[in-house]
């Protein structure tokens, strides 16, 4: 027995031409050259995060403080039962921390096996951004945070480079030392 044999001819109509939309939309280069991301705002500035790397939001999740580390880790949250490193996205990047500046969300992120969230000011909209837009980081190669960044956006946000911040050494824990 066939999978399609539950179809009448009909719906096999439809499903091949849906079949055939979804593998040319797969095949478009405009496609390919999109980045949808997640607009947030940490500090008074605005940042995007691509969503490929995105696993949830949180509001008002309390965050445990951690003694003896780094001014970026904001400390452990408890999500779903797992508990979750809690990094400052905006001391991360080394931002000036604005006065009226106050947590509202955490942005949970993963790749591969690595899984932390970025605490933020607030959270934005989903955008599209073109890479033929993205416009280099005006950093010289001393700066910490340019290999954070993939390129700014014309409207001024920063667009994150989120696998790059988390394969860093530096967000690594290392018991030996």
């Known amino acids: 027995m066939s999978i399609y044999d539950r179809f009448s001819e009909a719906e096999i109509e439809i499903l091949k031409v849906r079949a055939e939309r979804i593998a040319h939309a797969a095949g478009d280069d405009q496609a390919l050259d999109t980045i949808n991301g997640l607009s947030v705002s940490v500090n008074d500035e605005t940042y995007v995060l691509p969503i490929e790397t995105l696993a949830a939001i949180y509001e008002q999740t309390p965050v445990v403080p951690v003694p003896c580390t780094p001014d970026y880790v904001r400390g452990i949250a408890n999500i779903r039962g797992h508990i979750v490193p809690v990094v400052d996205?905006?001391?991360?990047?080394q931002m000036p921390v604005s006065a009226g500046a106050q947590a509202a969300a955490?942005?949970?992120?993963?790749h591969q096996d690595i899984t932390l969230a970025f605490q933020v000011d607030q959270v934005g909209d989903v955008t599209a951004v073109a890479k033929h837009q993205l416009v280099a980081a005006p950093f010289g190669q001393g700066d910490a945070q340019a290999r954070y960044i993939q390129g700014i956006l014309e409207d001024g946000a920063?667009?994150?480079?989120?696998?790059?911040?988390?394969e860093d050494p530096m967000?690594?824990?290392n018991a030996q030392q």
């Not at 955490?106 to 993963?110: A, E, F, G, M």
């Open 106 to 110: 955490l942005i949970v992120v993963r």
């Open 158 to 166: 920063v667009l994150i480079n989120v696998v790059a911040l988390l």
């Open 171 to 173: 967000l690594a824990v």
């Open 89 to 93: 996205l905006g001391a991360l990047l």
